[in-house]
C-alpha cells in the first residue's frame, strides 16, 4: 500500500492523555487502543501525554478511541466544555484528596505512636464504619484503575498493594489499610512529579514558539493568533520579539539569537535575502519577514515533533526493563504466596506486598532517556530515540563524508600567484572581473577572495565562458583568460610544476596571451575538526574513515592531514556498501554526512548523523541524529551525552532492583511492617528522579568553554 493509499483509508488522530506517570501507564493505553477493530497504529508517549493513532474511521470513531483510554483508567483531555467539566472534577479530587490525606497523617501518627508506646491506644476507638468510609473515598481513584485492569486480566503494582490493604484489613488492621492507600496516592503523586520533572525540557521548547504574530494587513501591523498566520504573509518583527515562522527577510536588518534552533550563543546578523527561523530571538534592529514555514513544519516544529516521538525509539535496555516490569509482578505475588505458606503471617504477606515498586522498574530508562534527550535538543543535538542514545557507546567505526561536511563545502583561494611582474592585488582584480558575472563556485570564490581583500574590479565587457574550461573578458582594452590548462595555453609550460596533490584545483590568469599567475582553489577543512576527532580518539575511537565521491587527490591531502583512512570516488551505494560491510563484519558504525547524498548510508549506519541539519528537511529525516549547526564539537559532546545518559540508566536499574529486592526481604521476614512498606514504596521514584535530574542540566556553557568561546 502507497502512502497515498494509505491516507485515504487511515485517519492520524492525537488524543491527549491525562495521568500516565509511567512505562507501565503507556503500555496498557497502547494494549487498549490496538485491541480496537479499525486500529493500524497506536504511539502513546508518555513526554507529551499523548496518544497518536492511525484508524480508520469507517469502522472506529475518535468517540470509541477516547472511551477505550479512559476504560484503561486514565483520563482525555478534551475541548472547552470537557475541560471545564475536568477542571471541577479536579477541584472535588483535590479537596478530598486533601481531606483524606490529613486525616490519614493523623492515623500514622496514632499508630506509630500507639506502636513507639507514647500514648494509650487511640485507633481501637474509632468505628470501623469511619475506617471504610476514609479508605473508599481516599483509594477510590487507585481501586477504580485496579477493578479496571482486573477485568481486562491485567497486574499493576497497585493490584498487590490493594491486596496488602485487604490482607491487613482481614486481621483487623484498619489504621494500617488507611495508611497504606495514603502511600499509595503518595507514591501515584511522586510519580507524576517524576515524570513532569522529565517533561520540563520538552516544555521549554513548546514555549519557545510565540502564540501571536504582527501581520503586516493592508498597511497596518496587526497582532493576530498564530493559527491566522499564512505561508507568502508579510510579518513584522521588533526587538525582544521571538520570530514566529521560518522566512526570508524581505526588509531591515537585525541581530537575532538563533540559539534555541542551532545551540549556538553568538548572535547573527540578518539582512534582506536572509532566511530565518522560528524561536529565533530579535535582540536589536526589526525586520519584515515574507512566511514560508508556519507550525509544525517549521523547524523548530519538526525539533519539537523528534523530541516528542523519540520515546517510540526504545533501545534494548529500555524494552527490557518493559518486559522486565511485566513479568516481575506475578513473580512477587508468588513471593507474597512463599512468605505466607512458611510464616503464616498475614501482615508479613501484605508488606510483601505493599512494598512492591515496579513503577520505578519502568521509570528507570524512560525518564533518563526524555531527560537526556530534551537536554540535548536545547543544545541542537536532535536525537531521534533511546535506541541511539544507547547504541552510541558501542559504536567502534566512524565514517564521515568530505564535501560539506569535513569541509565548509564551498572553495576558497587558498594562494595567489603572481608572475611576470604583476603584483598580487593586480591578478587577483583581473581574475575577479572576468569572474564577476559567473555563477561557477570556483568564480564565486575568486570574487569572495576580491572583497575580502578590498581590491579594486573593473566592468568587464565581451564575457565568454567555455564550460569545462574557463572564463574570457575584455578588461581595460585587455583580453583577459581565467581558467584551466586546457584552456590557457601559456600555461602549458608551468602546469606539470604547479602541484595539485593537494586536491586543490588551478585557475590560471592569462593577459593578452600571457601567463601573469595562477590561483590555488580548494574546499577548505573545518577547523574545529582535528580537535574534535582526537578527542573521539579519546574516547577509544581509533577506527575513523574517509569515504568521499570526490578525487583520490583531493580525500587523500585530507585524510592525511587528518590520520584517518580514506576511500574516494564512491557513488552513494558504494557508500552504503562500507557500511553494510562493517555491519556484516560485526561492527557499529556511525556515520556523518551532509544528510542529502549520503542518506541510503546514513540511514543504514547503525546511528546516522546530519551536520548543519538547520532548515534541511532532508537532513534531519535521513538521519537518526541531526545536529543544527555545523559546529564538529558537537560530535564529541553527543558521545559524552550517551555516555553520562547510559551510565544513569544502569545506576537507576541498580539501586531500584536492590531497593525491590532489600524490601521484599525484609518484608518477608517480617522486619518491615505493612505501615514502613507502604511508605518505602514510594521513595525509589524520588531517587529515579534525583539520580535522571543530573541529566536535565545545561552543559552547554562547559561546551562553549571547550569551543573556545568563553
Known amino acids: 500500500m502507497t502512502q497515498g493509499e494509505y491516507a485515504k483509508i487511515f485517519e492520524r488522530t492525537e488524543i491527549q492523555v491525562v495521568g500516565m506517570d509511567c512505562a507501565d501507564c503507556t503500555r496498557h493505553v497502547t494494549k487498549a487502543l490496538r485491541d480496537l477493530n479499525g486500529v ?56 478530598t484528596s ?23 491506644s487511640l485507633s481501637g476507638s474509632i468505628p470501623v464504619l469511619v475506617y471504610a468510609a476514609v479508605i473508599l473515598i481516599g483509594g477510590w481513584p487507585v481501586f477504580r484503575g485496579v477493578l479496571r485492569a482486573t477485568m481486562k486480566r491485567e497486574i499493576t503494582s497497585h493490584t498487590l498493594m490493594t491486596i496488602g490493604m485487604l490482607a491487613a484489613l482481614a486481621v483487623g488492621e484498619w489504621a494500617t489499610g488507611v495508611v497504606i492507600v495514603f502511600f499509595m496516592r503518595v507514591g501515584d503523586a511522586v510519580e507524576q512529579w517524576t515524570a513532569q520533572g522529565a517533561r520540563g525540557a520538552l516544555r521549554d521548547l513548546h514555549d519557545l514558539t510565540p502564540q501571536t504574530a504582527w501581520l503586516i494587513r493592508e498597511g497596518q501591523d496587526v497582532e493576530v493568533p498564530i493559527e491566522e498566520v499564512g505561508v507568502g504573509d508579510l510579518l513584522v518583527v521588533r526587538p525582544g520579539e521571538r520570530i514566529p515562522v521560518d522566512g526570508e527577510v524581505i526588509t531591515g536588518q537585525a541581530t537575532i539569537d538563533q540559539s534555541a534552533i542551532t545551540g549556538e550563543s553568538m548572535p547573527v546578523e540578518v539582512i534582506p535575502g536572509m532566511h530565518v527561523f522560528a524561536a529565533s530571538l530579535v535582540r536589536v534592529g526589526s525586520v519584515r519577514i515574507r512566511v514560508e514555514k508556519i507550525g509544525s513544519e517549521t523547524t523548530i ?25 511485566t513479568y516481575y509482578l506475578p513473580v512477587v505475588l508468588g513471593a507474597a504466596g512463599l512468605t505466607y505458606i512458611f510464616s503464616r503471617d498475614p501482615l508479613a504477606t501484605a508488606a510483601v506486598l505493599v512494598v512492591v515498586c515496579s513503577c520505578a522498574i519502568a521509570l528507570a530508562t524512560p525518564i533518563a532517556m ?34 560539506g561536511t569535513l569541509t565548509l563545502g564551498k ?12 603584483s598580487r592585488g593586480e591578478l587577483l582584480a583581473l581574475a575577479a572581473a572576468v569572474e564577476r558575472y559567473s555563477e561557477h563556485p570556483l568564480a564565486q570564490a575568486v570574487t569572495r577572495a576580491a572583497i575580502g581583500e578590498d581590491v579594486q574590479v573593473e566592468e568587464p565587457t565581451d564575457f565568454k565562458v567555455e564550460p569545462g574550461k574557463g572564463a574570457q573578458a575584455t578588461v581595460a582594452d585587455h583580453t583577459i583568460r581565467v581558467g584551466n590548462r586546457r584552456f ?17 584545483t588551478i585557475l590560471y590568469v592569462e593577459e593578452d596571451g600571457v601567463l601573469v599567475g595562477y590561483l590555488r582553489v580548494a574546499d577548505t577543512l ?9 578527542e573521539l580518539r579519546s574516547r577509544g575511537l581509533t577506527l575513523i574513515e574517509l569515504i568521499t565521491g570526490d578525487s583520490r587527490s583531493a580525500a587523500e591531502a585530507i585524510a592525511t592531514e587528518l590520520g584517518v583512512r580514506y576511500q574516494a570516488e564512491l557513488l552513494p551505494e558504494d557508500k552504503l556498501a562500507i557500511v553494510l560491510g562493517y555491519q556484516d563484519a560485526g561492527h557499529r558504525v556511525a556515520m556523518v554526512g551532509d544528510g542529502i547524498n549520503d542518506a541510503p548510508a546514513l540511514a543504514q549506519a547503525d546511528v546516522g548523523i546530519a551536520m548543519g541539519a538547520a532548515g534541511t528537511d532532508i537532513a534531519i529525516e535521513a538521519a537518526h541524529v541531526a545536529i543544527m549547526q555545523d559546529d564538529w564539537k558537537l560530535i564529541p559532546e553527543l558521545f559524552e551525552i550517551s555516555d553520562r545518559t547510559m551510565g544513569v540508566v544502569r545506576m537507576n536499574l541498580i539501586f531500584t532492583g536492590l531497593y525491590n529486592i532489600t524490601g521484599i526481604l525484609l518484608a518477608a521476614f517480617g522486619i518491615l511492617p505493612p505501615i514502613l512498606a507502604a511508605a518505602a514504596q514510594s521513595l525509589p521514584d524520588i531517587g529515579i528522579l534525583a539520580n535522571s535530574s543530573r541529566l536535565l542540566r545545561d552543559t552547554s556553557g562547559d561546551s562553549r568553554t571547550r569551543r573556545g568561546d568563553g
Open 98 to 120: 486533601g481531606l483524606f490525606g490529613l486525616i490519614a497523617v493523623v492515623l500514622l501518627v496514632v499508630v506509630l505512636g500507639e506502636r513507639l508506646g507514647w500514648f494509650a
Open 488 to 504: 590557457i595555453e601559456s600555461a602549458r609550460l608551468i602546469a606539470e610544476h604547479v602541484g595539485t596533490a593537494d586536491g586543490s
Open 370 to 403: 526524555l531527560a537526556s534527550i530534551g537536554t540535548a535538543a536545547k543544545r541542537g543535538l536532535l536525537i531521534k530515540g533511546g535506541r541511539y542514545v544507547e547504541t552510541l557507546p558501542e559504536i567502534d567505526v566512524f565514517l564521515i563524508d568530505k564535501t
Open 301 to 325: 516544529g519538526k525539533v519539537i515533533q523528534m523530541v516528542e516521538q523519540a520515546e517510540a525509539n526504545q533501545g534494548q535496555v529500555q524494552r527490557f526493563a518493559d518486559r522486565f516490569s
Open 40 to 95: 493500524d497504529a497506536a504511539q502513546v508517549f508518555l513526554s507529551t501525554e499523548k496518544a497518536i493513532v492511525d484508524h480508520d474511521p469507517s469502522m472506529v470513531s475518535v468517540a470509541e478511541l477516547e472511551r477505550a483510554i479512559e476504560a484503561s483508567g486514565y483520563e482525555v483531555r478534551r475541548g472547552d466544555g470537557h475541560d471545564r467539566e475536568t477542571c471541577g472534577r479536579d477541584a472535588f479530587m483535590l479537596l
Open 526 to 534: 573545518r577547523p574545529d575538526v582535528p580537535s574534535a576527532l582526537a
Open 411 to 422: 572553495p576558497e583561494i587558498t594562494e595567489v600567484i603572481p608572475l611576470n611582474g604583476i
